[in-house]
């Protein structure tokens, strides 16, 4: 699965509320929900005692990120999330070592690393079918797609126009005679990485029906085949550093 910003993680005397307001928005995720990530592993590693979450266990669907410093920059260490809203007592924890040990494109985090990790935990909100894989805003959505096998759709042909329609992904897709043997195929991109890649919102998709696993030619009529569900995140992220200085605060001595 794919990738997921509180300079301010550690507020003065550490008391973090529930709920931070911030522009009139309210913000469900807080630190607090890193610090947990963080905790997790750290104890999973280390054999210390886990400590209690204090956020409120509410549902959301979830993704937790690690990163690593190496030279000056932040490198990909483990993605991995869910989107059926899950309760966040469980599910950061769950998912703090999903990601860590179980992103089959990286091998397992080391007790060794944590002291360059970096911890993100994005909560994603406001799902909302696509009218088309152009309706959405980068910056401010997250994509989710799924389009059916290729081989499954008749209308595909190497003569398809690679010229963006408007009308793609509309819920009148042309039907098809074929039996569906095949899986449909999905991707996601956080908010976050469109941006930090530098796409337009067709190197976005084409990136993401990559990620989905068709490697063949991606033409118009593939994209006006894919359906697409945006959704929105509140991403906050802390440090090794900002952790340690967290834990000596709730459990002074226990690291």
């Known amino acids: 699965m794919s990738e997921v910003l509180v300079d301010d993680a550690l507020a003065q005397d550490h008391q973090l509320s529930d709920k931070i ?15 947990i990530a963080f905790d997790t592993l750290y104890c999973s590693l280390t054999g210390a005692h886990p400590l209690t979450p204090q956020y409120p266990d509410e549902k959301h669907p979830l993704f ?11 490198r990909l260490r483990g993605c991995i999330g869910n989107f059926e809203p899950m309760p966040l007592h469980e599910a ?84 098809t005679r074929f039996t569906f043997r095949k899986r449909n195929l999905t991707a996601t991109y956080l908010p976050d ?19 989905a696993g068709w490697d063949g030619r991606i033409t118009e009529d593939l994209r006006r085949n894919v359906k697409l569900r945006r959704y929105q995140s509140q991403l906050c992220n802390v440090t090794w550093d900002e952790f340690v200085q967290w834990r000596e605060q709730r459990a002074p001595g226990s690291t």
Not at 64 to 74: G, Q
Not at 95 to 110: G, H, N, V
Not at 193 to 211: C, F, L, M, N, Y
Request: aromatic residues 8%; hydrophobic residues 35%; charged residues 20%.
């Open 21 to 35: 307001v911030q522009d009139d928005v309210v913000q469900v995720c807080t630190p607090e929900h890193c610090f």
């Open 64 to 74: 937790v990120t690690w990163n690593i410093k190496r030279s000056d920059s932040l």
């Open 92 to 175: 950061v924890p769950e998912y703090a070592l999903i990601s860590a040990f179980k992103d089959t494109r990286f091998r397992k985090i080391e007790e060794r690393e944590l002291e360059r990790l970096q911890c993100s935990v994005s909560l994603l909100t406001n799902f909302e079918d696509a009218s088309s894989y152009l309706d959405w805003t980068i910056g401010v959505h997250g994509i989710y797609i799924s389009f059916p096998h290729p081989s499954t759709i008749p209308t595909l042909t190497s003569s398809g126009s690679s010229t963006p329609s408007p009308l793609s992904s509309s819920a009148s897709l042309p039907s």
């Open 193 to 211: 990485v469109i941006p930090e890649q530098g796409w337009t919102k067709v190197e976005a998709v084409d990136s993401a029906i990559r990620k």
